[in-house]
Every structure is written in structure tokens, then in C-alpha cells.
């Protein structure tokens, strides 16, 4: 049922996507209540609004609770990767560093022992040898993957982004409405969910869906190299700003209820 047209009374006071908030919080059938009350000074009616009041307020602070909630969340989990990611990122510095370190060597070795044999085949073959040597160890230092560590994640958040499906209840029913409601995107054409895991498939995994699909970041967790980490970390960042973007679609409705409630 829109919900729209069952609270038509509600559009000259409130914004289209104010009145949604309404019916995803259950607020839609006091606040009517409440603008019927207006102008009524009787005791029982000013009890009422008073109820009704404390019961906006308590939901509002609710809501405003589950969001603060997902985001410290969510912060944690990106600390905890991060850390992850900086063990592994110190790693494969120091291990780069001493694979240059020992390539530099064998090239000075390899030419200082040019330098000393006069015998063309032996300065040749020492030559060619160091040559080889440094650069597999140059080889080596190229490597994009590095160092690698196990990494689990039973509870993802980021999973439920990418398969746009809450069915777990891992975000509370209001997020969630609000994630998956196309009238609180930018263009109202998409949700921000979906909109979020466009976003990471055109950045995160070069425009290609089916690598996001078969990705370690939207399992239960596993095998992890440092980029993998690093982008996990940008991605719950990014989810974590949209949810606090909530925040501001919260802060709307306070204000517009306020004038109904006073």
C-alpha cells in the first residue's frame, strides 16, 4: 500500500520523504491524531498530546540510537581491519626493503668480483649470475599480493549491502527501510544501497560485478592480502557515512514534527 496515499492528510505539513519516515516509524497515525487535537484545550486532550509527544520523541531517540549504534559498528570492524592491514602492509615494507637491499648487494658483489677476475669465461659467467640473481630479487619486490593472512568475519554488513538483502536482520528495520527506500537517494531513482554497491563495483573492482561476487570482503571471511584489506576498510567507511547520512533525514523530520507538535 503507498504509503503516501494513506497519510494524504500529513502532505501539507510534511515532505514526501518526512511522511515515509512517518510510516517507517509508526508515527504516521499519532501525528494525525495530534493535528486533529490542535486548538483543543481540554484536559484530556492536552494529556493525549503529551502522550503522543513523549512517544515521538521516544521513537525519534530511537532511531537516532539504532544509527549512532550501526556506525560505532562499524567503526570497530574498520579498526580491526586496519590494524590487520598495517601488520601486513609493515611486512611486505620490510621484506621489499631487504629484497633491495640484498639485490643492491649481489650487484656490487657481481661487479667488484668483475673487477678482480681476469678469466673472460668466469668474469662472464659471474656477471650474467649476479644479473639473474638481482633480478629475481627486483622480480620479487614486484610482487602486488605480498604477504597474506587469514581474516574472518562471520557478521557482514558489507554482504548484506552487496546482495541488498537484510534477511539476517543485521541492520535494524528502520536503517534498512531507509538503505533500501529509492526517495531518500540524490535522484530518487535508486535506494542508497544500491546506489553504495554501484559505487564499489565501478572503484573497488574495476567495473567487473562478477569479481565483487566471487570477493573474500563479502564472505564469511578467509585469505586475505593487503589490498583486499585496504579496500574492506574503505568500503565499511563508506557505508558507515551513509548511514550516518540518516542522521540528516532524522534532523529534517524533528523539525517539520516540531511545528505539529507544538
Not at 509527544?53 to 550501526?70: C, E, G, M, P, Q
Not at 565501478?202 to 560485478?209: A, C, I, L, P
Request: overall charge negative.
Amino acid at each position: 500500500m503507498d504509503s503516501l496515499s494513506v497519510n494524504d492528510e500529513l502532505n501539507s505539513v510534511f515532505s514526501r520523504q518526512n511522511i515515509l519516515m512517518l510510516y517507517a516509524l509508526g508515527l504516521n497515525k499519532e501525528i494525525k491524531e495530534i493535528q486533529k487535537l490542535k486548538g483543543n484545550t481540554s484536559v484530556s486532550a492536552e494529556i493525549r498530546k503529551l502522550t503522543i509527544n513523549n512517544k515521538v520523541n521516544r521513537t525519534l531517540l530511537l532511531a537516532l540510537s539504532d544509527i549512532n549504534a550501526a556506525a560505532a559498528e562499524l567503526d570497530c570492524e574498520a579498526e580491526r581491519v586496519d590494524q590487520v592491514a598495517g601488520y601486513i602492509d609493515n611486512i611486505n615494507a620490510s621484506r621489499n626493503n631487504k629484497l633491495v637491499v640484498g639485490s643492491i648487494a649481489l650487484g656490487a658483489a657481481a661487479s667488484i668480483a668483475g673487477a678482480l677476475i681476469t678469466n673472460n669465461n668466469v668474469n662472464n659467467a659471474v656477471g650474467i649470475t649476479g644479473g639473474v640473481l638481482g633480478g629475481g630479487l627486483g622480480f620479487f619486490t614486484l610482487n602486488p599480493k605480498g604477504k597474506k593472512v587469514e581474516f574472518f568475519h562471520p557478521h557482514n554488513l558489507l554482504r548484506n549491502v552487496w546482495t541488498e538483502n537484510d534477511s539476517d536482520q543485521s541492520f535494524s528495520p528502520f536503517i534498512w527501510y531507509m538503505l533500501s527506500e529509492k526517495e531518500f537517494s540524490n535522484d530518487g531513482n535508486s535506494s542508497l544501497l544500491h546506489n553504495l554497491k554501484t559505487r564499489w563495483i565501478d572503484y573497488q573492482f574495476d567495473s567487473n560485478e562478477n569479481q565483487g561476487n566471487h570477493s573474500v570482503i563479502f564472505s564469511d571471511g578467509g585469505i586475505y592480502f593487503a589490498d583486499d584489506l585496504h579496500s574492506r576498510a574503505a568500503m565499511i567507511n563508506q557505508l558507515q557515512a551513509v548511514i550516518r547520512s540518516i542522521n540528516q533525514s532524522i534532523n529534517n523530520l524533528i523539525l517539520e514534527a516540531n511545528k505539529t507538535l507544538e
